[in-house]
């Protein structure tokens, strides 16, 4: 299974960015978690946003009030709105998945090491 993620660019602080991620190939179950990670130059891998198993979301308390995650129309998408953003919120975003996943859990899904199946990322840019 491939992740493909889309929508990056640049935008003035304020603005908003839609991203996209769909995945390729079939997943072993239906019981998908996706999720949204980032990396700012010169820091770590942060999750940013899960949906986790029956579907609930969960946020980066940095994001909460400003990002939206939700489920893509195709299956095994998901997508994230990003609105009021922040030069801070510039990075390189990255899609993450896992199959047979039963958790919703922010102390489980917020970790890389969760998740099998990773996109190669879109770098978002945020001026001040």
């Known amino acids: 299974v491939d992740l493909v993620e889309s929508g990056g660019g640049s935008v003035q602080a304020g603005g908003s960015l839609r991203l996209s991620c769909s995945a390729s190939?079939?997943?072993?179950?239906?019981?998908?978690?996706m999720a949204w990670f980032r990396q700012a130059p010169g820091k770590g891998l942060e999750a940013v946003a899960v949906i986790g198993y029956e579907s609930v979301t969960i946020y980066a308390e940095s994001v909460k009030g400003r990002f939206t995650i939700s489920k893509g129309n195709a299956k095994n998408s998901v997508n994230l709105k990003m609105n009021r953003l922040e030069p801070e919120d510039t990075a390189v975003y990255y899609c993450?998945?896992?199959?047979?996943?039963?958790?919703?859990?922010?102390?489980?899904?917020?970790?890389?090491?969760?998740?099998?199946?990773w996109g190669q990322g879109t770098q978002v840019t945020v001026s001040p």
């Open positions: 190939g079939e997943f072993v179950d239906n019981d998908v978690c």
């Open positions: 993450a998945a896992e199959a047979q996943c039963l958790d919703n859990q922010w102390y489980y899904l917020k970790e890389r090491a969760f998740y099998e199946y």
